[in-house]
Nanobody
Framework: QVRLIESGGGLVQAGDSLRLSCAAS????????MGWFRQAPGAVREFVAA????????YYAEYVEGRFTISRDNVKNSVYLQRNSLKPDDAAVYYC????????????????WGRGTQVTVSS
């Protein structure tokens, strides 16, 4: 069992930067690849970024366009999402998730989810 708790959301202005954090409980954090997803009101949950168990491979959605960086710290049992040059379209609830699989871009492949953190971007 893995419990995930996101933090770092809030209200920012377009062009600002914001780092999201996700703290995981349990002693097997390094056994899971980690992903970030987001869901805007009325929209489906979409893939944002993922990182493998060792942290040496990362994957991003095309719309990220180099603005986001995912990282992890297996000692602190945490995963992060640094987001720069935020746009109003980036406003959503952001979720972190853990998976033992390798289909990182597919939400259904994830085993555990956090409750999400709200990010609002004003123009």
């Amino acid at each position: 069992q893995v419990r995930l708790i996101e933090s770092g959301g809030g209200l920012v202005q377009a062009g600002d930067s914001l780092r999201l954090s996700c703290a995981a409980s349990g002693r097997t954090f390094s056994s899971y690849a980690m992903g970030w997803f987001r869901q805007a009101p009325g929209a489906v949950r979409e893939f944002v970024a993922a990182i493998n168990r060792d942290g040496d491979r990362t994957y991003y959605a095309e719309y990220v366009e180099g603005r986001f960086t995912i990282s992890r710290d297996n000692v602190k049992n945490s995963v992060y999402l640094q987001r720069n040059s935020l746009k109003p379209d980036d406003a959503a609830v952001y979720y972190c998730a853990a998976t033992t699989g390798m289909d990182y871009k597919i939400a259904l492949r994830y085993d555990y989810w956090g409750r999400g953190t709200q990010v609002t971007v004003s123009s």
